[in-house]
């Protein structure tokens, strides 16, 4: 491998973990395990997601070569551990795709992408052996975002028909899970209060699965929102020499209406 190569491969990014791992590598790098590098795994899917979110080219290629540098390196501690290695997951991921993909690689014919991912998931359902839809529900990663993982469970629970006609039934939802849980706070029941946060939660995933909406994307852009406009609130008092803590709610609010028009 020449250090002073143009571009290098994805051949020389196999090379160069082998070298970190040696015997004479990195200290850092030999002492990782498939657990210690688990959280660096979510934080660099992360990051690229915030990359590509910001439509930012170059970092996009940055932290995909992160996300890249990680397969990479649990694929070597498998080889050193002789129980898998880069060419087996590239095996794996290939059969999947030829199985998943029988409009393409086989005599099926899907026409719209609807077909393709319910068939997706029936021969995921199968190539997996779940045994029911409550079964593949339980299957679906506990450590996924809490929004996430209740779109993916209301998604499956819609695929057998456990599920509103329309939006106005989830949307009604919504309220009657509001009044439980202003009950729950009017009894100080602090053990329901909390069941009936998680169900309002549930309930407006629940909407956002109706209307097609990210609830991520959508919760993350309300709370850059919320940023922007109390930066302009923060702003607005220190230039008139105002302290925030020492004001009243309805003072700081005509600021943050401010805020609220200049964004319209």
Known sequence: MDKHESKYSFKDLIEIMAKLRSENGCPWDKEQTHESLTNCLIEEAYETCDAISEDNIGKITEELGDVLLQVVFHAQIGKEDGTFC????TDAICRKLIYRHPHIFGDKKFDTSEQVLESWEKLKIEEKGYESEADSMNKIPKNFPALMRAYKIQSKAQRVGFDWPDVSGAFNKINEETKELKQAIEQNDISRQKEETGD???????VCRFLDIDPE???NASSEKFIKRFTHVENSCNDKGLNMKQMTIEELDKYWDEAKNENR
């Open 217 to 219: 994307q959508s919760l």
């Open 200 to 206: 309002l939660l549930f309930a407006v995933v629940n």
């Open 86 to 89: 880069m060419q087996d997951i």
